[in-house]
């Protein structure tokens, strides 16, 4: 059973760096695509970034190109989003997500999801 959990977030000053990791079990890692999302209060979950399994393909949301990063450890069964310069509208649960030897944009390519984390950004 693939489980995915994520952790780091929490509050942030607007300008400020945030990194947040997201750790997969019951399988193997490598095999996996994973992107992040976020959601924020009302609004509708949007994709953030997304990184395939091999690392050849990597994709960024508009609103956050420039300033953000995806990347993972294999050997750490563990994917990262690290972002820059943030601002009160990066304020959302974040959620990772994954699907074998997948990749893309869209919610619907990925199975699997962790429980979210918070990102507040304060101004």
């Known amino acids: 059973q693939v489980q995915l959990v994520e952790s780091g977030g929490g509050l942030v000053q607007a300008g400020g760096f945030l990194r947040v990791s997201c750790a997969l079990s019951?399988?193997?890692?490598?095999?996996?695509?994973m992107a992040w999302f976020r959601q924020a209060p009302g609004k509708e979950r949007e994709f953030v970034t997304g990184?395939?399994?091999?690392?050849?393909?990597?994709y960024y949301a508009d609103s956050v190109k420039g300033r953000a990063t995806i990347s993972r450890d294999n050997a750490k069964n563990t994917g990262y989003l690290q972002m820059n310069s943030l601002v009160p509208d990066d304020t959302a649960v974040y959620y990772c997500?994954?699907?074998?030897?997948?990749?893309?944009?869209?919610?619907?390519?990925?199975?699997?999801w962790g429980q979210g984390t918070q990102v507040t950004v304060s101004s």
């Open positions: 997500a994954a699907n074998q030897y997948g990749s893309g944009s869209a919610r619907g390519e990925y199975a699997y």
């Open positions: 019951g399988s193997t890692f490598s095999t996996y695509a």
């Open positions: 990184l395939n399994w091999n690392r050849s393909k990597v």
